[in-house]
């Protein structure tokens, strides 16, 4: 079996800092305004659970989900997006033409446009890094240790075992783009 590499984001830990976004802006020197990893978006961005006085948050980063089926890939006319054999799916800015294909194809709006440059940017798992036997720079900053980063076939990283286990969910899957992208929900306190 092939190693498919992602992350898994344990929502029982994530604290919605955005430590994972500005780990990600620096690590990328990305310019002003152009965001890669999000803790907003139109599907979720913070989802109260319980009545008040008994009120807690869950937060939902959101980051390219390296698809199995990635549609971007299929609608970039110019082939600037590759999925490579590990799973990860890469934007060559160097190829990119600003077309904005791959925004309107993403369903998950996980593509940013930099309009300063007239490039479109993603998240590739801190390529580089992973090439130098590291990890992705948000796992390290993540503030509530919640992104889990590895092989999510494999159920001797911890990655892989929380992204097969029962509660484990992707977004959209209706969609047939088999995300790699796997959270993993809040577990609800007596009383909420």
Not at 136 to 158: K, M, R, S, T
């Amino acid at each position: 079996m092939t190693v498919q590499l992602g992350f898994v984001i344990d929502q029982e830990r994530c604290i919605g800092c955005e430590a994972c976004t500005v780990a990600c802006k620096i690590e990328n020197k990305g310019p002003v305004g152009f965001i890669r990893v999000k803790t907003e978006h139109a599907i979720q961005k913070d989802i109260p659970h319980g009545t008040f006085p008994k009120v807690r948050m869950t937060f939902m980063p959101l980051v390219c989900n390296h698809c199995a089926n990635p549609p971007c890939v299929k609608a970039c006319p110019i082939e600037a997006i590759q999925k490579r054999s590990d799973g990860i799916v890469v934007l060559d800015q160097d190829l990119c033409d600003g077309c904005q294909s791959c925004l309107d194809a993403c369903p998950y709006s996980a593509i940013a446009f930099d309009e300063v440059n007239n490039l479109a940017g993603k998240c590739n798992l801190c390529l580089h890094r992973i090439e130098a036997e590291m990890e992705p720079f948000c796992v390290i900053c993540c503030e509530g240790q919640a992104i889990y980063y590895g092989d999510l076939g494999n159920p001797e990283f911890p990655a892989g075992r929380l992204a097969n286990s029962e509660a484990a969910f992707s977004l959209k899957p209706e969609l047939g783009t088999v995300p790699r992208m796997r959270y993993c929900p809040p577990k609800t306190p007596r009383g909420i």
